[in-house]
């Protein structure tokens, strides 16, 4: 009987060991991440992407969803670290933001996730009535989009971030030209004079609709730019992120559906 006893508590002792470790340390210390703003902004901007596919952990390392990850995020005092892992594979977890932390830390991380869970909260749902003509006149609606992959960048001409990204994205355009069924499509809050005075000076390989202000910040629900979204061949959102690299892995997988 003994034995079996002390066979039982080994067996617990091993398995919550191997359970701890199964997704490897956090790979920065997340004490030291947090002793200046800078710092920890550095490190999130650069590691962190909330809008992707990631295995989500809370602070005892238990995996959860993401929805319940990302309103921690947004409504608690915590700071995702990633976890060492092989390059493919992307383990969050969630760390105590410290008494001592710069509070604009939390107030940021806060915004984020906020933004990123109205975006997650968008997948899996019809993409709103759509019936818009773009600069060149074409009509592009919720039909006329059936049957194909729907890359759309949300925008304005005063977004430094959604200029900054027009290089990568043309370059998108260009690695799928060969795929009919994939379009890219804009919208914009600009007028068309606006847009085609400025695009004459900066190109974007996207058709582009004008004066979406209205449509995405009633019918979308937008107030961070860019947004981008993936819509699968039966219009339905797949994808809603933030940022180029979030959208080249996004597009890449629904590519291959």
Not at 103 to 127: H, R, V
Not at 226 to 234: E, R, S, V, Y
Request: proline share 4%; charged share 25%.
């Amino acid at each position: 009987m003994h034995k079996l006893i002390r066979f039982i508590i080994l067996f617990l002792i091993f398995t919550s060991c191997t359970s701890q470790t199964k997704y490897g340390d956090p790979e920065v210390d997340p004490a030291k991440i947090q002793s200046k703003f800078m710092d920890w902004w550095a490190y999130q901007s650069r590691n962190i992407m909330l809008s992707r596919d990631y295995i989500a952990l809370d602070e005892s390392s238990k995996e959860i969803s993401k929805k319940v990850f990302l309103n921690a995020l947004a409504n608690e005092s915590f700071i995702p670290i990633r976890l060492k892992s092989a390059d493919s594979v992307y383990c969050y977890k969630l760390f105590k933001i410290l008494p001592k932390s710069d509070t604009s830390i939390k107030a940021t991380i806060n915004q984020e996730a906020f933004d990123a869970l109205k975006n997650y909260e968008m997948e899996g749902k019809p993409f709103s009535e759509f019936s818009f003509k773009d600069l060149d006149g074409n009509l592009i609606t919720n039909e006329s989009m059936n049957g194909k992959i729907v890359v759309i960048k949300c925008w304005y001409i005063h977004c430094a971030a959604c200029i900054k990204e027009f290089p990568k994205v043309n370059a998108l355009v260009s690695k799928y030209k060969d795929r009919k069924d994939i379009i890219f499509i804009s919208l914009a809050e600009d007028t068309p004079e606006q847009l085609k005075t400025f695009l004459a000076r900066k190109t974007l390989s996207y058709s582009v609709i004008p004066n979406m202000k209205t449509y995405m910040n009633e019918k979308l629900d937008l107030n961070a730019f860019p947004t981008h979204f993936i819509l699968d061949k039966a219009g339905v959102i797949k994808k809603v992120v933030s940022n180029y690299e979030s959208l080249e892995v996004a597009l890449e997988k629904e590519s291959k559906n």
